[in-house]
């Protein structure tokens, strides 16, 4: 929780406005200007050669799936994707970073004017502007804990110099801490689906920074921002900005003025602290990388890309939601992850009743996953199993009751549906006499509801299918009963 304790009226009367700034490492074999592997989790020091360190006489080389990866990831974002893109040097001492500047891009960056939809508090869908997308490299470690001497030493690995990065820098178009995890939410899972970056945060795969200010509500002019860095899930960066937000208020309030800083993220205290005050950027005296040409990216590369672009998540699940009728919650669940989807999808096909096993797999299975904290991978009942139940369903071989039975048995067992089913063979009662017998009495025992049916409430009849069934233990065949009950009450 923040420090502060603003009142609502305070809050209400100041306009939070935020952007922000995101990189992610691409997932390409190798890095970005040379042949080192991109790899995280190496022996310090092993995947580096004299491009990435920076030594005397070395010349970069464009990597040209990094290319791909950034213009897929342009494309994904809706940016307009430049022709000719120019690699810049943006000069700064630091440690980590040998060559003494990272190339970059500046002021032709490759891809701009994008967008990513996000839903609001009100319901509606906004959508979020994205400045650019550009290429760069990433700097190395430096490793402040962890070794004997770590109290006087600072050690260097240079493992992850030269990877390569997109940026992604979005318009300050946010208004609400809320607003920004849906962005990042979003464009994590876009980044997810075109498989440009495995977006790992606790590697450092994705990692973003938050630019926020805030102003009187009806003012146009934006106010100071402060950039908080140094904040490392989507659920920190929505706390450091609700903590920024008050905290800009209170300087205001008490007659102080915002200065324009960068600020580190405690997430132990839940408070930003301030780091260093901006440099400017002019300080990084950009200029045009000398030893790469520019970055032509022509028409017809531009659509091989966009050829090679998956269904992206908001589309797909609006295809689903149709498809499979199902609710957006449900579409969500299903959509988490491609591969989920994927999975889902292809084992739906082989269905006679797609939905049906989409509902199971919601349900009866997602149900008992969830509840033991297990993953589809981990589940028992493959997804060809789960077809192979939902097929039974449809045919009115198996009740909903004996079904659930059946997977209760295979989890228990760590069985497939198919064997477990195999061997349990559940009774039937397929004769019509005997389900014929037990609706009679239950007709007897609910004159209310036979009349209201009777009156033209057809869905009653559901009523007294769950009853019968209830009597025979489950084990009433399911078409042949329903094909009974309303005989019954029509006749
Ligand atoms: P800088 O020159 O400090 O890098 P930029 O104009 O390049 O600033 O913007 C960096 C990020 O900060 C962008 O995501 C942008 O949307 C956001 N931003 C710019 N001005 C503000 C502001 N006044 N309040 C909040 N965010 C801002
Ligand atoms: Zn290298
Ligand atoms: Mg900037």
């Known amino acids: ?18 952007g922000l700034e995101v990189h992610v490492q691409l997932l390409t074999a190798s890095k970005v200007f ?4 991109n790899k995280f989790g190496s022996e310090p020091n092993t995947n580096v ?21 950034a213009v897929m990831a342009s494309l994904a974002l809706n940016c307009e994707v430049r022709e000719r893109s120019i690699f810049a040097r943006k000069n700064y001492f630091y440690p980590d970073l040998p060559k003494g500047y990272q190339i970059s891009q500046f002021d032709k960056p490759l891809a701009e004017h994008g967008w990513i939809e996000v839903p609001t508090a009100d319901g509606s869908i906004k959508r979020i502007g994205i400045t650019r997308l550009h290429m760069e490299e990433d700097a190395g470690k430096s490793l402040h804990d962890g070794f004997s001497d770590s109290a006087t030493r600072t050690y260097l690995d240079l493992n992850r110099c030269g990877t390569p990065l997109a940026e992604i820098v979005s318009e300050p178009d946010i208004r609400t801490p809320d607003e920004a995890f849906e962005y990042l939410t979003r464009l994590k899972e876009i980044l997810l689906y075109t498989a440009v970056s495995d977006c790992n945060m606790e590697e450092g795969s994705l990692r973003c920074d938050a630019n926020v200010s805030v102003r009187p509500r009806g003012q146009e002019k934006f106010g100071t921002k402060a950039e908080v860095k140094n904040v490392n899930s989507f659920r920190f960066i929505r706390q450091a900005l609700e903590y920024e937000i008050e905290r800009q208020i209170e300087v205001i309030e008490e007659g102080g003025r915002v ?11 839940g408070r930003t602290y301030s780091m260093r005050s901006k440099e400017q950027a002019h300080d990084y005296r950009y200029f045009p990388e000398p030893d790469l040409p520019p970055l032509i990216v ?4 531009l659509e091989s890309v ?7 998540p908001e589309a797909r699940r609006k295809r689903m939601i149709a498809e499979y009728e199902l609710n957006p919650k449900d579409a969500h669940t ?3 992850s491609r591969e989920f989807a994927d999975r889902f999808e292809a084992a739906a096909k082989t ?4 939905r049906r096993v989409a509902n199971l797999l919601l349900s009866e299975l997602g149900g008992r996953l969830k509840a033991l904290g297990l993953e589809l991978d981990q589940s028992p009942i493959s997804m060809a199993g789960l077809v192979f139940a939902a097929d039974l369903l449809d045919e009115g071989m198996i009740s909903s009751k004996q079904l659930k039975g059946l997977f209760d048995i295979a989890f228990e067992k760590g069985e497939d549906f198919p064997a477990v089913y195999e061997r349990e063979k559940p009774q039937q009662i397929t004769d019509s006499s005997a389900i014929e017998a037990m609706i009679d009495q239950v007709i007897a025992a609910n004159p209310k509801q036979v009349e209201q049916y009777r009156a033209g409430k057809k869905t009653m009849a559901g009523f007294f299918v769950g009853q019968v069934m209830k009597a025979s233990k489950g084990q009433a065949n399911p078409a042949l009963l329903n094909e009974l009950v309303t005989k019954k009450l029509d006749g």
């Open 34 to 37: 040379c042949g080192c592997a």
């Open 1 to 18: 929780m923040a420090a502060t304790a603003l009142s609502p009226d305070v809050l209400a009367k100041y306009e939070p406005v935020i």
């Open 49 to 69: 050669c004299p491009v990435c360190l920076g030594l005397p006489g070395s010349l970069p080389v464009l990597n040209a799936k990094a290319v791909e990866f």
């Open 351 to 354: 269905a006679k009743n797609p």
């Open 259 to 269: 200065v324009q800083e960068t600020r580190l993220w405690n997430a132990h205290e």
């Open 306 to 312: 966009r050829a090679k672009l998956p269904e992206l």
């Open 334 to 336: 299903l959509t988490a």
């Open 298 to 301: 022509t028409p017809e590369f």
